[in-house]
């Protein structure tokens, strides 16, 4: 159990992208700003008019949070939801759980896990969680020291 987001009218259409495991964002059809999370018309020129853009799920880690206080019956273990820059989309934030084995670094690359869970009752939903990027963080030590003289 874990921070568990709900889908509502404006952003069910992007969970069912999610779903197939694609990552998506608005995109404004007159002046072309990415936009996130879905929202009926453009913060910048207020066009209603907008298409999906599929991006590449992943970005940098901005901030993070441990949760001791579970909201949901059952859940015990404390989680860790971590916020993430996407590297898509300036300025747009996401949060979802963290999939890491250890806790997240500040700036760290991280890409989409995409968790299926089971809602009980027939309807699954599919998370958007995050883990270190596979490729990338090989050179998070390339500001070491080398050894060299
Ligand atoms: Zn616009």
Redesign the pocket.
């Known amino acids: 159990m874990a921070y568990r987001p709900e889908p509502d009218r404006d952003s069910r259409p992007w969970w069912e992208r999610v779903a197939g495991h694609e990552f998506a964002v608005q995109e ?6 990415p ?1 996130f999370p879905p929202r009926a ?7 209603e008019e ?1 298409r999906w853009l599929e991006v590449a799920a992943e970005g940098r880690v901005e901030s993070w949070i441990v949760s001791h206080q579970p909201f949901l019956p059952g859940a015990r273990e404390p989680y860790l939801v971590v916020m993430v820059r996407l590297a898509a989309v300036p300025g747009c934030l996401v949060y979802g759980n963290w999939r890491g084995e250890g806790p997240p670094a500040y700036g760290q690359r991280v890409e989409a896990a995409y968790t299926e869970v089971d809602e009980g009752a027939g309807e699954g939903l599919t998370l958007v969680n995050w883990k270190p990027a596979e490729i990338g963080n090989d050179h998070s030590v390339e500001n070491s020291p080398t050894g060299r003289p």
């Open positions: 404004c059809v007159t002046c072309g700003t936009r018309f453009c913060p910048g020129c207020r066009t907008w």
